[in-house]
T-cell receptor, first 114, second 112 residues
Framework: GAGVSQSPRYKVAKRGQDVALRCDPI?????LFWYQQALGQGPEFLTY????????KSGLPSDRFFAERPEGSVSTLKIQRTQQEDSAVYLC????????????FGDGTRLSIL | RKEVEQDPGPFNVPEGATVAFNCTYS??????FFWYRQDCRKEPKLLMS???SGNEDGRFTAQLNRASQYISLLIRDSKLSDSATYLC?????????????FGKGTKLSVKP
């Protein structure tokens, strides 16, 4: 498809398990962003890539969160030793560049930690 | 204090009404401004960018006041399909910052 693709759409995990969330950006988009959206809140920035370089990870809530984009296209957000407070929708967005182009969002992964 | 503040609503209005949403932002380094729309259990979608000169897209008018750090969205002749959450968004530039900063959103419900 032409849009940002995220998988899985839904993920249920037990507390303490590791999870991996995938984002396939729009082809040719240089910038890739991860956001976390808790219920009733707006999305909050987690981390940003320009091609394969992770230029900003200031929004990652703890060292249990790790993101990578090794070939500058698909990105994976990994959460280790999940906690209940990690339950949220994880949104990925991509754009042609950092400055001028709009960000296009994927459908998100809804993560529930039991 | 949150960087972007909006009235969460909900705003319940009849079809055909005019409704206005307001938003304030705290960081004067904010350089780009947007309204996004988010339907229930869906991803945010760009509604429109906001410029100091004001801009209009059909029934939607957005305004920016940099001096007051205030952004508005006006929807005229509301339709049932306008029911959604409207997110006020700013973007900072400088260094590697390009991420969007979202408000909590204002929920609009348009009734027949």
């Amino acid at each position: 498809g032409a849009g940002v693709s995220q998988s899985p759409r839904y993920k249920v995990a037990k507390r303490g398990q590791d999870v991996a969330l995938r984002c396939d950006p729009i082809s040719g988009h240089v910038s890739l962003f991860w956001y976390q959206q808790a219920l009733g809140q707006g999305p909050e920035f987690l981390t940003y890539f320009q091609n394969e370089a992770q230029l900003d990870k200031s929004g990652l809530p703890s060292d249990r969160f790790f993101a990578e984009r090794p070939e500058g296209s698909v990105s994976t957000l990994k959460i280790q030793r999940t906690q209940q407070e990690d339950s949220a929708v994880y949104l990925c967005a991509s754009s042609l560049d950092l400055v001028n182009q709009p960000q296009h969002f994927g459908d998100g992964t809804r993560l529930s930690i039991l | 204090r949150k960087e972007v503040e909006q009235d969460p609503g909900p705003f319940n209005v009849p079809e055909g009404a005019t409704v206005a949403f307001n938003c304030t932002y705290s960081n004067s380094a904010s350089q780009s401004f947007f309204w996004y729309r988010q339907d229930c259990r869906k991803e945010p979608k760009l509604l429109m960018s906001v410029y100091s000169s004001g801009n209009e897209d059909g029934r939607f008018t957005a305004q920016l006041n940099r001096a007051s750090q205030y952004i508005s969205l006006l929807i005229r002749d509301s339709k049932l399909s306008d029911s959604a959450t409207y997110l006020c968004v700013v973007r900072l530039y400088g260094g590697s910052q390009g991420n969007l900063i979202f408000g909590k959103g204002t929920k609009l419900s348009v009734k027949p």
